[in-house]
């Protein structure tokens, strides 16, 4: 145990791989939560990110404010930004206009999405009938307009729609083909799935990086609640540590440091060198993951 925490130390300060990191924010609904976006925002530009990402609201309600603040990150902090983009409700007329609309604005990575209908994530996926009819069609629309930076959505445990593997890999493949950069995974807690996940894809032929995204721990209850929503399985093991966290913030928060460090460090070890942060407008665990990774705010 003590040689094996040895070694990893060691192999981390020896030979540390180039790192990679991006973040995800979502936009802001009021000028408080503005303050917040902006605070973190800044809190976590001197890590140095490859891009900071901002989601669009289901069904897109949030057009105008992912736009508005994914425009202001370059000039605010020098960082480049990245618009998700979903195609539920849309014809390809619209959501081509939202895609000149962020050319226009200077933005040029595109997180590429399907996105789920109204009545919610479980619900069948239904396409507008003049829309773009999936996340590969998306992408191709996207690359017929201009020379974006293409982000697509993976899923360690499959997409709750995908009747097998066999055609979520072949799903995630197609989006790579119709001209997608890399792709970023839905949470997962137990990095066996994103390792298995892995292996499957490049048996595939897919050589595109697949980013984990992980999801920092700040509240059990909410996190849980999302997992649940889209897919992503709570091993019984974490639920366990949060067990009657609840109410002690303290406890809670020392326990999701030490979940997220192991689940970081384990995939550093693993070899992996790009992490995804789905930061929920935060930077306090992400400051400390980043660190413990090898990457300071400085
Ligand atoms: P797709 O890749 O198009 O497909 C999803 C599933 O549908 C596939 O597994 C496949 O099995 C099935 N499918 C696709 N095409 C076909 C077909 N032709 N025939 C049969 N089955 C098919 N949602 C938002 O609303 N806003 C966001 O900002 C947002 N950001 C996200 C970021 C990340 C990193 C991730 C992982 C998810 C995000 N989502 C977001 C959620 C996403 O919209 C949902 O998970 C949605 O259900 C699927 O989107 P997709 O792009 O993966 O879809």
Request: charged share 25%.
């Amino acid at each position: 145990m003590i040689e094996d925490s040895d070694r990893t130390s060691r192999q981390l300060a020896e030979k540390r791989p180039p790192l990679h990191l991006s973040f995800e924010f979502f936009p802001p609904k009021n000028d408080a939560t503005e303050e917040r976006f902006w605070e973190s925002l800044h809190k976590l530009a001197p890590l140095h990110p490859e891009f900071v990402s901002v989601t669009y609201g289901a069904g897109g309600t949030t057009r105008e404010r992912t736009l508005r603040m994914v425009s202001s990150i370059t000039d605010q902090t020098g960082l480049s930004g990245a618009a998700h983009l979903t195609c539920v409700g849309a014809t390809r007329d619209e959501v081509d206009a939202v895609v000149r609309a962020y050319q226009a604005a200077g933005v040029n990575r595109i997180v590429a999405l399907r996105g789920d209908p109204p009545e919610g994530v479980g619900q069948p996926f239904t396409p507008h009938p003049e829309g773009y009819r999936n996340a590969a069609d998306l992408v191709a629309g996207i690359r017929r307009i201009g020379d974006f930076d293409i982000s697509v959505a993976a899923y360690p445990e499959r997409h709750p729609q995908s009747p097998d593997w066999q055609s979520d890999i072949d799903n995630l493949k197609s989006k790579l083909d119709a001209g997608a950069t890399r792709a970023i995974t839905q949470m997962f807690f137990n990095n066996a799935d994103y390792l298995r996940f892995l292996e499957r894809a490049r048996a595939a032929g897919i050589t595109a990086p697949i980013i984990p995204g992980i999801q920092p721990i700040h509240s059990f209850k909410q996190i849980s609640g999302f997992a649940a929503r889209c897919g992503a399985s709570i091993p019984p093991w974490m639920a366990e540590r949060f067990e009657g966290l609840d109410d002690d913030p303290e406890t809670h928060a020392l326990v999701a440091s030490a979940v997220a460090a192991e689940q970081v460090t384990e995939l550093l070890d693993e070899g992996v060198t790009a992490f995804h942060f789905y930061t929920l407008n935060r930077s306090n665990l992400v400051l400390a993951l980043a660190r413990l990774l090898g990457r300071r705010a400085n």
